[in-house]
Each structure stands twice: as C-alpha cells, then as structure tokens.
C-alpha cells in the first residue's frame, strides 16, 4: 500500500485537518475523492436538523467517497473528522488517466467498491437485528479499534439509547464476557460472545 500511496502523492494534495472540521457537505459534487492517512473520519447522513446516521467511521488507510466520484455524482454523505487528519485529496479525473496507465490502480479502486459494498451489507443486516446482537457483531467487527471508542459513540453509531446500550454491557461484564475502562470497552471472552447471537 505504501508504494501505491506515494504514487497516488504524486496526483493528490495532502492536507491537515483539525477535528471537528468537514471534509464534504452531502450534495455537494464529487470531483474529489480521499484517502485517511492519520486520524478518524465519520461519514453520517442529516435526518433533521437535530439527529445524524452514522454511515461509517474510517480509519488509516482508507479511501473515502470514491463510490461518486467514480459515478460523477454528488457526495450521499457528509463527512467530518473526528480526530486531527491528514487527508491526501485526489482529483478523479487525474486518478482516471493513471488507472489507464496502469491496471493495479484499476484492481485497487475495485477493491475498495467492493469493501464498500461489505460495509452496506453488514449494515442492513445489522439494523434487522435485535440489539443484542447487533452490539455483538459491532464488537468483535470493530474488536482493534475498541480502544478508541467510546461507549457513547457506539450507541451513536448503532443508533440506540445510551441506557439501552449500558444495559446489555453491564449484563455481559457480569458474565466476564467483557471489560470496561473509562468508557472503553475490551473483549475477554470472543467465544462466548459469538454464542450470545440470537
């Protein structure tokens, strides 16, 4: 990946973001797309003026909003970061001509339409599910990055009350499936979580 990001530096800005700060508003067009280098950046949709549905949070090193880009259409999503990032943004009619110029570039955008695609699957399925298990699967899928999120944030992400979330976690810190500290949250027992999935 390092050899390909510093071709892709040779088309692209990199840039500094502080957190807090948006990389795209949703609607706008898509003439860019982006690759996380450092930090964590979350991509949500407004449902009203007061509530957000977290799409995604993305780690380095992700591509981000490629899928328009690629399709030459505005941007589903907003994005914001969550932490201090650098960004490295690629013009996509410039990324364009390089894929022409060589296949690996081509290989690698379809691989990562393809993670796209995975992230959209596991959260339709996951909103089917009931809470429980919902919280189960975000656990041991998000298990390296648990140290980095908050308990508030999970609830966010999983669109459910904070009291509603507390409860099941104090159900399984009883159990010794899990333990917590200062919000954070880490798996003790991955096997006995997995049989906790109804």
Same mark, same amino acid.
């Given at each position: 990946?390092k050899d390909i990001l510093d071709s892709l530096s040779g088309i692209g800005v990199s840039r500094h973001y502080k ?12 003439r860019c797309f982006f690759i996380l280098k450092s930090g964590i950046v979350r991509v949500y949709k407004s449902i ?17 909003? /490629? ?18 990032? /650098? ?17 690996? =570039? ?7 339409? =393809? ?5 959209l699957e596991r959260g339709l399925l996951q909103n089917s599910m009931e809470l429980r298990s919902r919280l189960i ?6 298990? %390296? ?10 609830? =966010?992400?999983? %669109? ?11 159900? =399984? ?26």
């Amino acid at each position: 990946m390092k050899d390909i990001l510093d071709s892709l530096s040779g088309i692209g800005v990199s840039r500094h973001y502080k957190k807090g700060n948006i990389i795209f508003y949703e609607g706008e067009y898509a003439r860019c797309f982006f690759i996380l280098k450092s930090g964590i950046v979350r991509v949500y949709k407004s449902i009203s003026n007061t509530r957000e549905l977290t799409i995604n949070r993305f780690y380095p090193l992700s591509f981000i909003a /490629e899928m328009p880009a690629f399709k030459d259409i505005a941007y589903p999503a907003s994005a914001i970061c969550e932490e201090d990032c /650098e960004i490295l943004e690629i013009n996509f009619l410039d990324f364009k001509d390089l894929c022409l110029k060589d296949n690996n =570039f081509s290989f690698l955008m379809i691989s990562s339409l =393809f993670e796209k695609i995975g992230i959209l699957e596991r959260g339709l399925l996951q909103n089917s599910m009931e809470l429980r298990s919902r919280l189960i699967h975000f656990l041991l899928e998000n298990e %390296n990055d648990l140290s980095r999120i908050s308990q508030r944030k999970i609830a =966010f992400m999983l %669109n459910v009350r904070a009291e509603s979330l507390s409860r099941i976690l104090k159900e =399984f810190r009883e159990k010794n499936f899990i333990s917590t500290n200062k919000g954070k949250i880490e798996i003790l027992n991955k096997d006995a979580l997995q049989d906790e999935i109804w």
